[in-house]
């Protein structure tokens, strides 16, 4: 049963494009989870998604940011018109419920 | 609002060394309590948990215990081995109204020298 699967592993997106951010979650799982970690910051949570539901989008920025969990497929968060500020590192995790998350290994984003 | 804080770091032992990494919390109602690892260029693994007062989460030799009183989850371990270099996160999920998104400590940067 393979973990929590994130791609690309690193991104590279020069400012105005668009960065599309991938994560499968483990099999089984409904509940997925986005959070972002600044350089030399811990993680703070963004969206809570079950499938095809935004759940709890506190933590997502007002413009820019969107995230979907389809019936079928990844999750994806997706950074339009990304700004320097965007460069982070990106983490999903899944659970089956609310509790008992499994982390991916992230995805490292760089603007230039 | 509920909140983290943990100790700042670098935390730098010699191996064998007893480790101590302090995290206090701010939440309303009843939060559980995690501890995360980060290695390098990894995501987070949990490394142990508590869900009351009282609990002690244990694993690979790292003990907490939930301290309603002094509202605290203090990890330590005995005797550090250099493996155990990593970034260290404390975190708590919500208690009432609980979506179970974790709120994060700034993480404590551990260094074992041989």
């Known amino acids: 049963n393979a973990g929590v699967m994130q791609n690309p592993r690193h991104l590279v997106r020069r400012r105005g494009q668009e960065a599309r951010l991938r994560c499968s979650p483990m099999k089984g799982h409904s509940h997925v989870y986005w959070y972002r970690q600044l350089p030399e910051e811990g993680l703070k949570f963004m969206v809570y998604l079950q499938k095809e539901n935004i759940i709890d989008e506190s933590g997502m920025p007002k413009e820019r940011f969107s995230a979907e969990f389809p019936k079928e497929g990844p999750s994806i968060l997706r950074i339009q018109q990304v700004v320097r500020g965007d460069s982070a590192a990106y983490f999903c995790a899944s659970s089956v419920g609310q509790d008992g998350y499994t982390f991916g290994s992230g995805t490292r984003l760089t603007v230039v | 609002g509920n909140s983290v804080t943990q100790m700042e770091g670098p935390v730098t032992l010699s191996e064998e060394a007893f480790l101590t990494i302090n995290c206090t919390y701010t939440a309303t109602g009843y939060p559980s309590l995690f501890w995360y690892v980060q290695y390098p260029g990894e995501g987070l693994q949990l490394l142990l948990k508590a869900t009351k007062a009282d609990d002690k989460g244990s694993n690979k030799g790292f003990e907490a215990t939930y301290r309603k009183e002094t509202t605290s989850f203090h990890l330590e371990k005995g005797s550090v081995q250099v493996s155990d270099s990593a970034v260290y996160f404390c975190?708590?999920?919500?208690?009432?109204?609980?979506?179970?998104?974790?709120?994060f400590g700034q993480g404590t940067t551990l260094q074992v020298k041989p």
């Open positions: 975190a708590l999920t919500h208690g009432s109204g609980n979506t179970g998104k974790l709120i």
